[in-house]
């Protein structure tokens, strides 16, 4: 019974879920690309940029294995390469791994694409407009990118950014509490 109980809970949550990541993809590109799954293989970085500290950002990246990595960087890319510094490295479970991909797959472009997309109704502005941004990169292809520009002030980015929000604050270590944000 009580695994029953358990199983019937996965499948709604995970319904749920998928309801909830096809409406968030809605708000991205022209509204009408397909939710694809993060792959197996795929790393996902998440870059954090801060107004205060534009030369400055903070880099968590998801590795197929479930590793989760923290490091700050400096430098203006892609002039140069920024120089990091690993502020943590924590791990999650091959199910919390799962969930994480698929909370992050609203952001995935399509691996025919080239090029980077932006939430619905945002243009792209010319370099150095980026808040934050996705990377999904998958061995021997090429990165595929998703911006937020500080410039977009859409609901539809508002929206996303929230949903951002919400898997960062649901990772091992909280943006906030990697030590990176004090002393601005």
């Given amino acids: 019974m009580k695994i029953g109980i358990a199983i019937a ?4 949550l995970s319904g749920c879920g998928s309801r909830e990541s096809q409406s968030l993809r809605s708000l991205v590109d022209d509204g ?6 993060v792959a197996a293989d795929e790393t996902i970085a998440i870059g954090l940029n ?12 998801i590795q197929p294995d479930g590793t989760v990595t923290y490091d700050w960087g400096k430098g203006t890319p892609p002039e140069s390469q920024p120089t990091l510094q690993r502020l943590a490295v924590r791990y999650v479970s091959k199910t919390r791994l799962s969930e994480l991909r698929m909370a992050l797959s609203v952001f995935r472009p399509p691996d025919s694409m080239t090029g980077s997309i932006l939430p619905l109704g945002c243009k792209r502005h010319l370099h150095g407009n980026d808040s934050d941004a996705l990377v999904f990169a998958m061995p021997k292809q090429m990165p595929r990118f998703f911006h937020f520009q500080a410039a977009c002030k859409t609901e539809a980015s508002r929206k996303l950014q929230q949903h951002l929000n919400s898997v960062l604050n649901s990772l091992p270590l909280k943006p906030r509490d990697t030590g990176a944000l004090a002393n601005p």
């Fill in 9 to 12: 809970a996965v499948l709604v």
């Fill in 32 to 37: 009408k690309l397909p939710l694809l799954p």
């Fill in 50 to 61: 801060f107004p205060k500290r534009p030369n400055e950002s903070l880099i968590i990246t």
